[in-house]
């Protein structure tokens, strides 16, 4: 039996993307089955102003070679966020324009859970600041990130992303509690 998944809402513009991505699928499987372990590394590639690309590194519950998947282009400062085996991904956070019509993606960050302290930490955001002063925050995710969909633009920047995540019961003891 599959674990139960939950999906964000989109964050960013998602009008007319010129490709779009979906790692639950095809780095997963899902819904046929669902091979993701857990991400253990996210890089993200910014620009002044906004993030350019994200790259996900999957561990695979039954293969030892991790699944690397880019979307967007690596052009700007590289930020690498690297988590332990006690950790896990369990949100994401950031800015987009407060333009209502094309609110375009600023800045992305993550929430890290160590399930061994309880502690959280946040790791980000990217870029550190944004040009533009009409931005308005955002949180998503807030459970075991999975994988991420999204869109990228026609110069294949990153436009929009919504977060897969692991329906729990909360975190309960040294562990995530998966209802399986």
């Known amino acids: 039996m599959l674990p139960p998944v939950v999906l964000s809402e989109s964050i960013g513009f998602t009008s007319e993307p010129a490709s779009t991505f979906d790692d ?8 046929a089955d669902q091979t993701i372990k857990k991400i253990t590394q996210i890089k993200i590639w910014t620009g002044e102003t906004r993030p350019n690309a994200i790259e996900l590194t999957y561990q695979l519950i039954n293969d030892d070679d991790p699944q690397i998947r880019l979307h967007g282009l ?5 930020h690498i966020v690297a988590v332990a085996d006690n950790e896990y991904f369990v949100g994401v956070f950031g ?7 094309r ?5 992305l960050g993550f929430v890290v859970y160590d399930i061994d302290t309880g502690n959280l930490t946040e790791r980000g ?10 931005v308005k925050g955002f949180a998503s995710g807030l459970g075991v990130i999975l994988a991420l969909t999204g869109t990228l633009t ?7 992303f919504a977060v897969y995540s692991l329906l729990t019961d909360g975190l309960v003891g040294s562990k995530p509690a998966l209802k399986v």
Do not use: F, Q
Not at 103 to 107: D, F, K, Y
Not at 154 to 160: K, V
């Open 74 to 78: 690596r052009r700007g400062d590289e």
């Open 24 to 31: 639950l699928k095809d780095v997963g499987l899902w819904p």
């Open 103 to 107: 609110p375009s993606l600023r800045r």
């Open 125 to 134: 955001p990217y870029p550190a600041t944004t040009n533009s002063d009409k």
């Open 154 to 160: 026609a110069n294949t920047i990153l436009n929009s």
């Open 95 to 101: 800015a987009i324009d407060s333009d209502k019509m």
